[in-house]
């Protein structure tokens, strides 16, 4: 039985996600972000297409490693202005029936009590259709500006997720029994006191002794994303993640990511297909490859080149304006830089990568791949990275929006549909039952499934 692929749609409610200097394109929408029947329309869409996920990234600073300043960002709209996603999913989720919603946010400036209210908000308005994407941060600036001198290091991070993981566990999981909610009108009893509990945690990070403040929610915990690349983030992410997002530039990349994450499951306890794996791809397509090819051609008048410098800059710590835009990488001795120049060196091992060509790669879709072809190209393209490296699916950046979406939607889909490659319709239920098929909550043996106070009970009673 051929791999259904899975297909996410990748935005930020901003102006430049991952394609700098496309918001000038005539057809480009991105500008529109603030009026929420932008986010309505795009929404319908990817219903319509039958997307799993809008995945919606964030970041709480500004990109202002480039040159030492925010300047280039400014200039170019590079992921700033950036408005808070939270408040696009319970709207979206009005107008859209199944269509799921993986939520950035990063929890090294927000405590977990209040963040924990707020998912379960969102998974009971959406009716179990939200994921968080899990993240700790990575600009300096946001840290600065939330009173932080300077980001925790890198391990300390995860120490900080892990505590956070625990905390909003026992929360969403471990605080109200399933049994709690009475809602009986007639004897004045909403719930049952006796079977909501304060979880008592006192940690290095957190002290929170109470109870959640909200009942049930359909999913409890919301699907748990994860984009950790560093050893300690695959870790991390194995143990704690259901749905991780890769941006490898190469099969041999992606393969070697894919590979070492199910293999981390193992280590973890849970099973290598636990997790669903997508990696970052941008696809251009039309209806012949030709029309594809030119509408590529197109989009590559509008990208900034500037604005990838400081895209890449802000995710390598590393200022590209102190290199020689021409200068080969691979002479540069860092290992920021030289991990990327193997990733992309292993996409096009014929290629000559200097600061410029890796700007013009990123220009379009940012890190991952491009696929520009008909649907019948760029399904061929896309089966093979499924067959060859075990992904599960594809976070799918915009060149120009909504025209990608709308293109792989009406176009793409169709073609996948016809090969059996892509779901005809909608599986019932929340998010983790559409992705996973088994039930709306967590279960054993995944972590969070450990608080839950029915099995904490069921602990004692062997103990016993």
């Known amino acids: ?9 990748f935005d930020m409610n901003c102006i430049v996600h991952q394609s700098p200097g496309l918001w000038r394109h005539p057809r480009d929408r991105a500008r529109d972000y603030r009026r929420l029947d932008y986010w309505l329309e795009l929404a319908r869409t990817l219903e319509r297409g039958r997307f799993d996920a809008l995945f919606i990234a964030d970041v709480l600073g500004v990109y202002d490693v480039y040159r030492g300043d925010a300047s280039e960002a400014l200039r170019g709209a590079v992921q700033v202005p950036v408005n ?11 107008v859209t029936e199944h269509l799921g919603f993986g939520l950035t ?35 300096e600036s946001g840290a600065r500006n939330l009173g932080q001198r300077q980001q925790l290091d890198h391990d300390q991070r995860y120490d900080l997720a892990e505590e956070y993981l625990e905390v909003c566990y026992k929360l969403w999981e471990g605080s109200w ?30 002290e929170v002794p109470g109870i959640h403040l909200c009942e049930p929610s359909p999913q409890r915990t919301p699907v748990l994303f994860q984009a950790g690349a560093s050893s300690r983030g695959t870790a991390f992410a194995a143990r ?3 749905c991780v997002f890769a941006a490898a530039p190469s099969k041999t990349v992606l393969r070697k990511v894919v590979e070492g994450l199910r293999h981390q499951a193992e280590i973890a306890g849970r099973a290598p297909d636990a997790l669903k794996i997508f990696n970052l791809h941008t696809v251009i397509v039309d209806d012949s490859d030709a029309l594809a090819r030119a509408r590529h051609r197109e989009y590559l008048d509008y990208v900034d080149l500037d604005g990838a410098l400081t895209l890449i800059s802000g995710w390598t710590g590393l200022d590209m304006a102190g290199f020689d835009p021409r200068q080969p ?49 760029v399904a061929d393209e896309l089966e093979a990275w499924v067959e060859e490296t075990g992904v599960d699916g594809f976070n799918l950046a915009y060149a120009v929006t909504p025209e990608t979406f709308e293109a792989v939607v009406d176009l793409l889909v169709p073609e996948l549909t016809r090969r059996g490659r892509y779901k005809s319709e909608y599986r019932s ?4 039952q559409k992705l996973f098929g088994a039930g709306d909550r967590l279960a054993a043996p995944h972590p969070g499934a450990g608080y839950r106070f029915e099995t904490k009970r069921e602990r004692l009673e062997v103990a016993r």
Request: hydrophobic fraction near 45%; avoid cysteine; charge should be negative.
């Open 105 to 139: 946010a990063s929890l090294s400036f927000e405590h977990p009590y209040p963040f924990a209210r707020r998912l379960s908000t969102l998974d009971h308005l959406t009716d179990g259709r939200v994921g968080w994407n899990i993240v700790t941060s990575y600009l």
């Open 1 to 9: 039985m051929m791999k259904e692929i899975l297909l996410n749609a």
């Open 329 to 377: 990488l691979a002479h540069v001795h860092t290992n920021a830089i030289q991990s990327a120049v193997e990733a992309f060196s292993s996409a096009d091992p014929g290629r000559v990568w200097t600061p410029e060509e890796v700007a013009r790669w990123v220009g379009i879709g940012g890190y991952g791949p491009l696929s520009v072809g008909s649907p019948e190209s």
């Open 177 to 206: 029994e399933a049994a709690a909610v009475l809602r009986e009108a007639a004897a004045n009893r909403y719930a049952d006191p006796a079977r909501v509990h304060p979880i008592d945690h006192r940690g290095r990070y957190f």
């Open 429 to 432: 239920g929340s998010l983790r």
């Open 84 to 94: 808070d996603p939270l408040p696009l999913v319970a709207a979206m989720a009005t």
């Open 240 to 242: 704690h993640a259901e």
